[in-house]
C-alpha cells in the first residue's frame, strides 16, 4: 500500500515481463496499469481499473486499504480494456456509481453489457468526497474520443489517464526513483499520442494555470519530480514545426527499374517547379522513427510501385500500413507504376492514400514495362501538375 498524497493510494498492478502491447508495440521494461485510489472523509472514489488477468491482485491491493463494498465512485477515464477491464468485478461486489465522460456511455455499455446508470461529467464537473474535490477534464482523444482527466485542488495532483504515460515498469513507482524511462516515455508519445498533436496542446492549455505539482498517468511513473517538464515535451513535440519550403517524398518499388524511372521523372517534375523532393527506393528504404518524422513533416506522400501477382510489392504495403501514427489529412498524394498486363497497384496505392486521408487530385498514372521517352515526359509534366497542388492554395486541390 503506497499513500502518494495524503488520503490518495496507489492501487495499481505491475506487469514487467510483458514485452509486446496491443499486438504490435514492443515494451522492454514492461508496463503497469495504475490505478488511484482516495478516500475522502465522506465518500471513496477509485481512479480506474486494471487489465482483467490482473484483477484479483488488484482487488487485494484495494482491500488493503477499504472493503470493495464501501467504494462509492469508479471513475473511468477511458474504456480502454486495459484500464476498465476489471471494472465489472469490483461492481459486483459494490452499488459504486461509474463516472464517466459525457462521450463515453457507449463504451461502457460494450463493455459491461448492461445500462450501469454512470454519473456523465463535462468539463469543470465536480464530485465533492467530503474534504477532497475531484474535478474533471476533458481531454478527447488523448487517445480515444472518451478520455477526461481528474484533478484534485485540495492535492495539487492531476490524474492523466494514458496521456503523459510511459510502457515501463519498475520496483519504484515515481519519476525521481526509477531507472531512466526517456525513451519509454518518448516512445509511447510517438506511437499513441502523435496522431493527436492538435488534441495535445487543447489540453495542454487546460491545465497550464492549475497549481499540479504531480501527474499520475495510467501506465509507468508517476510524475513527482518536474512534472512540468513532461507536459513541456508534449507541448513541444506536439507544436507545428514551421518551414518555408514545401517538401515531398517519392517512394518506389521497382524489380526492373521501370517504375523508377517514372518515380525520377515525376521528382524532376516537382523540383523544377521549386518543390524539395527526396526520394526512396523501397528495397533499400528501413521504415523507422526518423523516416515517419521525415513524412510527418512533409507535404506530399508520392508512391510507386510496380504491378506483381496482381499487387503492389509487399514494400510498398510495408510504409502504407507504418503511417498510422501520423496524420496525413492535407497532405497531396499520388500514385504510379510500370505494368505488363492487368496493373493493379498503382489503383490501390491510391485507394490507400484515400483511406489515410492524402488528398488525391490526380488518377494514379501507368506506363508499360520499359517507359517510352512519352511516358517519362508524362510523368514529368504530372511532377509539375502535383507541385501546383503542392505549393498553391488547398482551394486548387479538387475536392
Ligand atoms: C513475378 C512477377 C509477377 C508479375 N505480375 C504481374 C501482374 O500480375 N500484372 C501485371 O500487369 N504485370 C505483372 N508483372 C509484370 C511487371 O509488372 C512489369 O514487368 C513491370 O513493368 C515491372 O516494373 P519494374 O521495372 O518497375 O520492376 C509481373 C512481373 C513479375 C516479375
Known amino acids: 500500500m503506497i499513500e502518494i498524497k ?25 508496463t503497469t496499469y495504475n490505478s488511484y485510489l482516495i478516500v475522502g472523509k465522506e465518500k471513496i472514489a477509485l481512479i480506474d481499473t486494471v487489465k482483467e488477468p490482473f484483477r484479483d491482485e488488484f482487488i487485494k491491493n484495494v482491500e488493503e486499504i477499504v472493503p470493495l463494498e464501501k467504494i462509492n465512485y469508479i471513475i473511468t477515464l477511458h474504456h480502454e480494456p486495459d484500464h476498465s477491464g476489471a471494472l465489472k468485478y469490483i461492481l459486483e461486489k459494490s452499488n459504486a456509481r461509474v463516472v464517466i465522460s459525457k462521450t463515453a456511455g457507449l463504451f461502457l455499455k460494450q463493455i459491461l453489457h448492461r ?20 474535478e474533471f477534464i476533458q481531454a478527447p482523444f488523448l487517445h480515444w474520443p472518451d478520455t477526461m482527466f481528474a484533478y484534485i485542488p485540495e492535492r495539487n495532483i492531476l490524474f492523466t489517464c494514458d496521456f503523459l504515460g510511459q510502457h515501463f515498469s519498475d520496483e519504484a513507482i515515481y519519476n525521481d526513483e526509477s531507472r531512466d524511462f526517456t525513451y519509454a516515455f518518448e516512445h509511447y508519445y510517438k506511437i499513441i499520442m502523435r496522431p493527436f498533436k492538435d488534441y495535445v496542446l487543447q489540453a495542454i492549455k487546460k491545465i497550464e494555470n492549475k497549481n499540479i505539482d504531480m501527474i499520475a498517468p495510467s501506465h509507468g511513473m508517476i510524475l513527482r519530480k518536474d512534472p512540468w517538464k513532461y507536459v513541456d515535451l508534449y507541448r513541444t513535440w506536439s507544436t507545428p514545426k514551421p518551414r518555408d519550403y514545401r517538401r515531398a517524398l517519392v517512394f518506389y518499388a521497382s524489380p526492373y527499374g521501370g517504375t523508377g524511372k517514372l518515380a525520377n521523372s515525376i521528382a524532376k517534375g516537382l523540383a523544377d517547379s521549386g518543390v524539395y523532393v527526396e526520394i526512396f527506393d523501397l528495397a533499400g528504404t528501413v521504415i523507422d522513427d526518423s523516416l515517419l518524422d521525415l513524412i510527418e513533416n512533409s507535404d506530399a506522400l508520392i508512391v510507386g510501385s510496380s504491378t506483381l501477382n496482381g499487387d503492389a510489392i ?17 497532405k497531396i498524394g499520388f500514385a504510379f507504376g510500370t505494368f505488363a498486363w492487368s496493373g493493379e497497384a498503382p489503383k490501390f496505392i491510391e485507394n490507400r492514400l484515400k483511406d489515410l486521408k492524402l488528398k488525391v487530385p490526380e488518377t494514379s498514372f501507368r506506363a508499360g514495362i520499359i517507359p517510352t521517352e512519352e ?3 508524362r510523368a514529368a509534366e504530372m511532377g509539375k501538375k502535383l507541385a501546383g497542388y503542392i505549393i498553391g492554395p488547398s482551394s486548387s486541390v479538387p475536392a
Open 115 to 134: 445500462d450501469a446508470n454512470p454519473l456523465l461529467v463535462g468539463d469543470n464537473d465536480k464530485i465533492s468526497l467530503g474534504n477532497i474535490t475531484l
Open 375 to 377: 511516358d517519362l515526359q
Open 6 to 30: 495524503p488520503d490518495i493510494y496507489y492501487v495499481g498492478v505491475k506487469n514487467p515481463d510483458m514485452r509486446i502491447f496491443d499486438v504490435f508495440f514492443r515494451t522492454e521494461s514492461g
Open 314 to 330: 509487399k514494400p510498398v504495403w510495408d510504409l502504407l500500413s507504418s503511417l498510422t501514427t501520423i496524420n496525413m489529412r492535407n
